[in-house]
């Protein structure tokens, strides 16, 4: 069993950076991929980044390639979501979720995930 707490959301203005923090605890981090996701209100769950259980590959979805970044903390047992530039749009719920495989690749469907966090809002004013 894997608990994970986001932190981090807050409300900032366009153009701020912003940055997530996702702790896991109840055991290692090792053999989990990670990924976090998106809820604007009204709308579905969106995939924003994931990253490999190695932590050598990441992915973005295109609306925050370059702007967005992933990773992994193993001696803390922490995945981050750096933003920077933030857009009106990024307005939303984000949420980490893991997922334990023996591959290495990357998980983009919310339903390939075992393990969510609460998720923390993300407030980008204009």
């Known amino acids: 069993q894997v608990q994970l707490v986001e932190s981090g959301g807050r409300l900032v203005q366009a153009g ?3 940055r997530l923090s996702c ?4 055991r290692s981090f090792s053999g989990y991929a990670m990924g976090w996701f998106r809820q604007a209100p009204g709308k579905g769950r969106d995939f924003v980044a994931g990253i490999s259980r190695s932590g050598s590959s990441t992915d973005y ?3 925050v390639n370059g702007r ?11 995945v ?3 933003m920077n530039n933030l857009k009106p749009d990024d307005t939303a719920v984000y949420s980490c979720a893991a997922v334990l495989t023996a591959f290495t690749r990357i998980y983009k469907k919310a339903g390939d995930y075992r393990y969510w ?5 993300v407030t980008v004013s204009s």
């Open 23 to 26: 702790a896991a605890s109840g």
């Open 16 to 18: 701020d950076s912003l």
């Open 117 to 121: 966090g609460q998720g923390t809002q």
């Open 68 to 78: 967005f970044t992933i990773s992994t903390d193993n001696a803390k047992n922490t």
């Open 80 to 82: 981050y979501l750096q």
């Open 61 to 63: 979805a295109d609306s």
